[in-house]
T-cell receptor
């Protein structure tokens, strides 16, 4: 089975940086994903890590350490529109298909 | 993109419901997820080339179909109050794409 933990809620100020941590336990790790989900909307893909290290994409960066079962999503220069839920998801390479197991999501509230 | 219908649905406990999804063109795999309020999506099952290809911890009253025309269905029988959730489908291309594209979801309320 898989177990994914991430904080429930975080608050930050516009223009600041926020780091959302995700720890996981899985028997067949085959990639970690971060999704953004605004209230009432579908999750949208942010990043994918399968090798250790940092992946940077504009204001968003994602880091992975497979040996530690740990990832973080870094949001820089926060904007009000970044207020959303951020979902960490792990793909199980031993399961059929592209099955993703999601964490509970971290609600980020950006304040002016 | 991925589309789903209906957007919202209200059903009574014990009834049956069918939710529909149209995958992104060219994608041969569709996954269905249940997302309760304030929770992350939970994997229900996946279909690849019209066959079930993996299932999560959901009872048999959750069933699905995938059709050759990139559309699929999620059927839930004997609805329970706890089935109230957002149901998401996600399409992908098996073996060549690591990314799943989610539809907007169907909000099901069971009373």
């Amino acid at each position: 089975g898989q177990n994914i933990d991430q904080p429930t809620e975080m608050t930050a100020t516009e223009g600041a940086i926020v780091q959302i941590n995700c720890t996981y336990q899985t028997s067949g790790f085959n990639g970690l994903f971060w999704y953004q989900q605004h209230a009432g909307e579908a999750p949208t893909f942010l990043s994918y890590n399968v090798l250790d290290g940092l992946e940077e994409k504009g204001r968003f960066s994602s880091f992975l350490s497979r040996s530690k079962g740990y990832s973080y999503l870094l949001l820089k220069e926060l904007q009000m529109k970044d207020s959303a839920s951020y979902l960490c998801a792990v793909r199980d390479g031993k399961a059929a298909g592209n099955k993703l197991t999601f964490g509970g999501g971290t609600r980020v509230l950006v304040k002016p | 993109g991925v589309t789903q219908s209906p957007t919202h649905l209200i059903k009574t406990r014990g009834q049956q419901v069918t939710l529909r999804c149209s995958s992104q063109s060219g994608h041969n795999t569709v996954s269905w997820y249940q997302q309760a309020l304030g929770q992350g999506p939970q994997f229900i099952f996946q279909y690849y080339r019209e066959e079930e290809n993996g299932r999560g911890n959901f009872p048999p009253r959750f069933s699905g179909l995938q059709f050759p025309n990139d559309s699929s269905e999620l059927n839930v029988n004997a609805l329970e109050l706890d089935d109230s959730a957002l149901y998401l489908c996600a399409s992908s291309q098996q073996g060549s794409s690591y990314e799943q594209y989610f539809g907007p979801g169907t909000r099901l309320t069971v009373t």
